[in-house]
């Protein structure tokens, strides 16, 4: 199946700092790619929805300042946690869709704000 | 918003066993795909089926779809400690082209 990578895979900041996540898709061009987050045992929420060269659709209750998505590329998605605090520690998997209605999805990035 | 809900939340069996978790959606989808998560780690995807399926099976993996019902279910034949995970599904609308995940079910495989 397609490779999608996750960088960097964990990450620690100090509050008030900003994050950046980057997604990638290795071997296929990806125009639509997710950002999910998922806190500890519970499951994956999305977040947004990013399309290659346009602004990204967020979903209710994501603050879209504080959560910059870039999808610059064909390839590449990138996911600016602004001004982060401990609430936004968490887990943040991309996915990045194929043909048709296939979705591969990254390792995931660790993020923990202290 | 989450879609799926996934029941049972938690099961806990011997190994050898089978395990049978159970995915509800509420609204029309085009494909429902169900992934593993060990604790910590990515997803693994396991197997995905169309609206116009009705079962599937890889290795020890079964499948099924209803969808009058709107539900599936993934069952695993003689499980083994190592099928200790989360368990997901997650439903595909084309009209939204987004997947929206179940609530999940840990499973745990004692040896």
């Known amino acids: 199946g397609a490779v999608v990578s996750q960088h960097p895979s964990r990450v620690i900041c100090k509050s008030g700092t900003s994050v950046k996540i980057e997604c990638r898709s290795l071997?296929?061009?990806?125009?639509?790619m997710f950002w999910y987050r998922q806190f500890p045992k519970q499951s994956l929420m999305l977040m947004a929805t990013?399309?290659?060269?346009?602004?990204?659709?967020?979903e209710q209750g994501v603050e879209k300042d504080k959560f910059l998505i870039n999808h610059a590329s064909l390839t590449l998605s990138t996911l600016t946690v602004t001004s982060a605090h401990p609430e936004d520690s968490s887990f943040y998997i991309c996915?990045?869709?194929?043909?048709?209605?296939?979705?591969?999805f990254g390792p995931g990035t660790r993020l923990t704000v202290t | 918003s989450q879609q799926g809900e996934e029941d049972p939340q938690a099961l806990s069996i011997q190994e050898g066993e089978n395990a049978t978790m159970n995915c509800s959606y509420k609204?029309?989808?085009?494909?429902l795909q169900w992934y593993r998560q060990n604790s910590g780690r990515g997803l693994v995807h396991l197997i995905l089926?169309?609206?116009?399926?009705r079962e599937k099976h890889s290795g020890r993996l079964r499948v099924t779809l209803d969808t009058s019902k709107k539900s599936s279910s993934l069952l695993i034949t003689a499980s083994r400690a190592a099928d200790t995970a989360s368990y997901f599904c997650?439903?595909?609308?084309?009209?939204?082209?987004?997947?929206?995940f179940g609530t999940g079910t840990r499973l745990k495989v004692l040896a």
């Open positions: 089926i169309r609206s116009n399926e």
């Open positions: 990013s399309n290659e060269g346009s602004k990204a659709t967020y």
């Open positions: 996915s990045a869709g194929g043909i048709k209605d296939e979705q591969y």
């Open positions: 609204t029309s989808i085009n494909n």
């Open positions: 071997d296929f061009q990806a125009t639509t």
């Open positions: 997650a439903t595909f609308t084309s009209g939204t082209y987004k997947y929206i």
